[in-house]
């Protein structure tokens, strides 16, 4: 655990983890999407 709270921040702030925070996000938005996709609902007087 860090000594103090710049300490943390630093540790945060670090570029390393902020590329793999981005990557998580990345992924995640696009498997959010591909399930929004396939799942999605078709409006009620849509034809088949």
Do not use: K
Request: hydrophobic share 60%.
């Amino acid at each position: 655990m860090p000594p103090d709270w710049q300490s943390a921040v630093l540790d945060v702030l670090r570029v390393d983890f902020l590329l793999m925070m981005v990557v998580f996000w990345l992924a995640g938005m696009a498997g959010g999407a591909a399930l929004g996709a396939a799942f999605r609902r078709r409006p009620t007087g849509a034809p088949d």
